[in-house]
C-alpha cells in the first residue's frame, strides 16, 4: 500500500518540478501593446451640430392692425419681388386718410382767411398811420392798428404749422394705408406660412412682438448654422473648409463647405453651463432636396499636418519629469508641471520621452519633437500604460488571430 503512494508523491514531485522549470523559461515583464511610430496625415476637425438655414431670408411681419382679407399664396410657393402677399382690411384706414384730408383742407382754407384778414390789417395800418402824421388820429388808434396786424401774422404763422400738421397726418394715413397690401421684398419662397385669410394682425411694440404672418427665403445659397464651445471655437477661422452631413439625406456623400461666419459674443447654455458661438458654414453645392431646419453634422477642419510623425493619441501620457528627464512620482511630483511623454520600448524596456504635439484627431496626434521614425512605442492596454513607469521590463504578446485583420494596428481604444 506504501509503494504506490510513494509511486504517487515521486511523480507529482517530478510534474511541479518540471512545471517549476518551463515557468521560469517564459519571458518575464509588463504586458503590453506596441506600435511603431509611422508617418502619415493628421487633421484637426471642430464638430458641431446644428440646422440648414438659408442665407438670406425675410420674416413678413404686419405694420397695421386688421384682419387678412386676402392671402392670395400657400407655403413653398416661388414668389418674386413685388408680388402681392397678404392684403389687410382697408376700410378703416380709408376713412382715417380721408379724415387727414378733410383736416389738411380746413386748415388751408383757414390759413386763407387770415392771410386775407393780415391784408386788411396792413391796408388800415398805412391808412392809420397817414393820419396820425397828419394829426387826425390819436397815438391810441395808430397802437391799435399795430397790434392787429401783429396778431394776424401771429395767426398766420399758427395756421401753417397746423398745415404742417395736418399733411404730416395725412401721410401718415397714407403709409397706413398702403401698408394693408404686402408685397414680397424679395424673390425666393415661401419656406413658413403663419397666418390664415380672416386672422386679425398686430404689429410690433417695444415690449411685444407683432404678428409674424410668413417668412420668404433666397433658397439658392444654404447655410449650416451650428454652435461651437469656446474651447473649439478659438481655432476656428473665416474660410476654413467643412464637411455638412444631414441625416435625412443619407450620411454617405457629404456636403463642402466654407466658414463664413464666427459669431462675436457666445451664448450661455444653462443646461451644459457652456458659452457656444454660433458659426455658419456656406454649402458649396447644396442637394437640392434640402429643406430649412433640417438637423446637420458638421465638420470643421481647422488644421492639416502632412507627412507628420505620429502616435495614437492614448499613447501620450501625462508625467511629471525633471531636467534631466527622469520621472518624479509621488510627494515629490505636488506642484510641478506635468509633461506630455510615451514610452519608447528599448531591448525590451521602457524609456520615457518627453515630446511635442501638433495637430491631433479622434486617432493619431502629430509628434513634432522628441521620437524618430520607426520607433516602437506602448500604445495600451490603457490600465497598463496608466500605470508605467521608465525602465520597466516589458514584453509583447501574440493578438489572437482575429485581430490579426483588424486595422487598428493593436491600438485599444477606451471609452470612460
Given at each position: 500500500?506504501?509503494?504506490?503512494?510513494?509511486?504517487?508523491?515521486?511523480v507529482?514531485?517530478?510534474?511541479?518540478?518540471?512545471?517549476?522549470?518551463?515557468?521560469?523559461?517564459?519571458?518575464?515583464?509588463?504586458?503590453?501593446?506596441?506600435?511603431?511610430?509611422?508617418?502619415?496625415?493628421?487633421?484637426?476637425?471642430?464638430?458641431?451640430?446644428?440646422?440648414?438655414?438659408?442665407?438670406?431670408?425675410?420674416?413678413?411681419?404686419a405694420?397695421?392692425?386688421?384682419?387678412?382679407?386676402?392671402?392670395?399664396?400657400?407655403?413653398?410657393?416661388?414668389?418674386?419681388?413685388?408680388?402681392?402677399?397678404?392684403?389687410?382690411?382697408?376700410?378703416?384706414?380709408?376713412?382715417?386718410?380721408?379724415?387727414?384730408?378733410?383736416?389738411?383742407?380746413?386748415?388751408?382754407?383757414?390759413?386763407?382767411?387770415?392771410?386775407?384778414?393780415?391784408?386788411?390789417?396792413?391796408?388800415?395800418?398805412?391808412?392809420?398811420?397817414?393820419l396820425?402824421?397828419?394829426?387826425?388820429?390819436?397815438?391810441?388808434?395808430?397802437?391799435?392798428?399795430?397790434?392787429?396786424?401783429?396778431?394776424?401774422?401771429?395767426?398766420?404763422?399758427?395756421?401753417?404749422?397746423?398745415?404742417?400738421?395736418?399733411?404730416?397726418?395725412?401721410?401718415?394715413?397714407?403709409?397706413?394705408?398702403?401698408?394693408?397690401t404686402?408685397?414680397?421684398p424679395?424673390?425666393?419662397v415661401?419656406?413658413?406660412?403663419?397666418a390664415?385669410?380672416?386672422?386679425t394682425?398686430?404689429?410690433?411694440?417695444?415690449n411685444?412682438?407683432?404678428?409674424?404672418?410668413?417668412?420668404?427665403?433666397?433658397?439658392?445659397?444654404?447655410?449650416?448654422?451650428?454652435?461651437v464651445?469656446?474651447?473649439?471655437?478659438?481655432?476656428?477661422?473665416l474660410?476654413?473648409?467643412?464637411?455638412?452631413?444631414?441625416?435625412?439625406?443619407?450620411?454617405?456623400?457629404?456636403?463642402?463647405?466654407?466658414v463664413?461666419?464666427?459669431a462675436?459674443?457666445?451664448?450661455r447654455?444653462?443646461?451644459?453651463g457652456?458659452?457656444?458661438?454660433?458659426?455658419?458654414?456656406?454649402?458649396?453645392?447644396?442637394?437640392?432636396?434640402?429643406?430649412?431646419?433640417?438637423?446637420?453634422?458638421?465638420?470643421?477642419?481647422?488644421?492639416?499636418?502632412?507627412?507628420?510623425?505620429?502616435?495614437?493619441?492614448?499613447?501620450?501620457?501625462?508625467?511629471?519629469?525633471?531636467?534631466?528627464?527622469?520621472?518624479?512620482?509621488g510627494?515629490?511630483?505636488?506642484?510641478?508641471?506635468e509633461?506630455d511623454?510615451?514610452?519608447?520600448?528599448?531591448?525590451?524596456?521602457?524609456?520615457?520621452?518627453?515630446?511635442?504635439?501638433?495637430?491631433?484627431?479622434?486617432?493619431?496626434?502629430?509628434?513634432?519633437d522628441?521620437?524618430?521614425?520607426?520607433?516602437?512605442i506602448?500604445?495600451?492596454?490603457?490600465?497598463?500604460?496608466?500605470?508605467?513607469?521608465?525602465?520597466?521590463?516589458?514584453?509583447?504578446?501574440?493578438?489572437?488571430?482575429?485581430?490579426?485583420?483588424?486595422?487598428?494596428?493593436?491600438?485599444?481604444?477606451?471609452?470612460?
Amino acid at each position: 500500500m506504501k509503494k504506490p503512494l510513494i509511486a504517487v508523491a515521486v511523480v507529482a514531485l517530478l510534474a511541479l518540478i518540471v512545471w517549476l522549470s518551463v515557468r521560469d523559461r517564459r519571458p518575464r515583464g509588463t504586458v503590453v501593446e506596441i506600435e511603431a511610430v509611422t508617418r502619415r496625415s493628421v487633421s484637426s476637425r471642430v464638430k458641431a451640430t446644428g440646422e440648414i438655414t438659408p442665407e438670406k431670408k425675410v420674416e413678413i411681419s404686419a405694420k397695421v392692425v386688421g384682419e387678412i382679407i386676402n392671402l392670395p399664396v400657400v407655403e413653398g410657393q416661388e414668389v418674386a419681388a413685388g408680388d402681392l402677399l397678404v392684403e389687410i382690411e382697408r376700410d378703416l384706414y380709408e376713412s382715417a386718410r380721408e379724415q387727414a384730408q378733410a383736416a389738411l383742407r380746413q386748415a388751408e382754407v383757414a390759413s386763407r382767411r387770415v392771410e386775407v384778414q393780415l391784408a386788411d390789417a396792413e391796408r388800415n395800418l398805412r391808412r392809420v398811420e397817414q393820419l396820425h402824421r397828419d394829426r387826425l388820429v390819436s397815438e391810441e388808434a395808430l397802437d391799435q392798428a399795430q397790434l392787429a396786424v401783429d396778431t394776424a401774422r401771429v395767426e398766420l404763422e399758427a395756421q401753417v404749422h397746423a398745415i404742417e400738421q395736418y399733411r404730416s397726418a395725412l401721410k401718415r394715413a397714407a403709409d397706413d394705408l398702403a401698408r394693408t397690401t404686402i408685397r414680397s421684398p424679395m424673390d425666393g419662397v415661401l419656406i413658413q406660412l403663419d397666418a390664415e385669410q380672416g386672422e386679425t394682425v398686430v404689429p410690433g411694440s417695444t415690449n411685444l412682438p407683432g404678428s409674424v404672418i410668413m417668412t420668404v427665403a433666397d433658397m439658392s445659397r444654404l447655410l449650416a448654422e451650428v454652435e461651437v464651445s469656446e474651447v473649439d471655437v478659438v481655432s476656428v477661422e473665416l474660410g476654413q473648409t467643412a464637411e455638412v452631413t444631414v441625416d435625412a439625406l443619407g450620411a454617405d456623400a457629404p456636403m463642402v463647405g466654407h466658414v463664413v461666419e464666427i459669431a462675436t459674443s457666445g451664448r450661455r447654455d444653462a443646461a451644459q453651463g457652456t458659452i457656444r458661438f454660433r458659426v455658419k458654414i456656406a454649402l458649396d453645392d447644396p442637394d437640392p432636396d434640402l429643406r430649412p431646419a433640417m438637423t446637420a453634422k458638421v465638420d470643421i477642419l481647422t488644421a492639416t499636418s502632412d507627412d507628420a510623425l505620429a502616435v495614437p493619441v492614448q499613447a501620450v501620457v501625462k508625467r511629471t519629469l525633471d531636467e534631466a528627464g527622469a520621472e518624479i512620482r509621488g510627494s515629490a511630483a505636488k506642484g510641478l508641471d506635468e509633461s506630455d511623454v510615451v514610452y519608447v520600448v528599448v531591448d525590451g524596456r521602457t524609456d520615457v520621452r518627453r515630446v511635442a504635439t501638433g495637430v491631433a484627431d479622434v486617432l493619431y496626434v502629430a509628434i513634432t519633437d522628441g521620437l524618430t521614425e520607426g520607433e516602437e512605442i506602448v500604445v495600451g492596454p490603457y490600465r497598463t500604460l496608466k500605470n508605467l513607469e521608465h525602465d520597466e521590463a516589458v514584453r509583447v504578446e501574440a493578438k489572437p488571430e482575429d485581430e490579426d485583420d483588424d486595422d487598428s494596428g493593436g491600438v485599444e481604444v477606451r471609452v470612460d
